[in-house]
Nanobody, 121 residues
Framework: QVQLVESGGGLVQPGGSLRLSCAAS????????MGWHRQAPGKQRELVAA???????NYADSVKGRFTISRDNAKNTVYLQMNSLKPEDTAVYYC???????????????WGQGTQVTVSS
């Protein structure tokens, strides 16, 4: 009933930029935290950035100063602006939303389908 649809991934050269978007839709009652994780081949999924419903943000040390997370509550959308990209940023990026549906009102984490970001010369 709830879907998170991601877009914006692709291939970019080192030093380049990408902006990822993730839009939630469906029977949403309330969205709390939203965020982005990434998973590189052979590695664990790791937190990249998160933003609360009030706009407070957290970033992984590896992306501070380069990535910016933001959200548009009216559109149920979270963004990740990625600048000064490095090869080590290469991964599948997954958005998430902690939300309650109007049916169950149980707070659960929903995940997007993932979008590939490849940083390579």
């Amino acid at each position: 009933q709830v879907q998170l649809v991601e877009s914006g991934g692709g291939l970019v050269q080192p030093g380049g930029s990408l902006r990822l978007s993730c839009a939630a839709s469906g029977s949403i009652g309330r969205i709390y935290d939203m965020g982005w994780h990434r998973q590189a081949p052979g590695k664990q999924r790791e937190l990249v950035a998160a933003v609360s419903s009030g706009g407070n943000t957290n970033y992984a040390d590896s992306v501070k100063g380069r990535f910016t997370i933001s959200r548009d509550n009216a559109k149920n959308t979270v963004y990740l602006q990625m600048n000064s990209l490095k090869p080590e940023d290469t991964a599948v990026y997954y958005c998430n939303a902690d939300l309650q549906t109007v049916i169950s009102w149980k707070k659960e984490r929903y995940w997007g389908q993932g979008t590939q970001v490849t940083v390579s010369s």
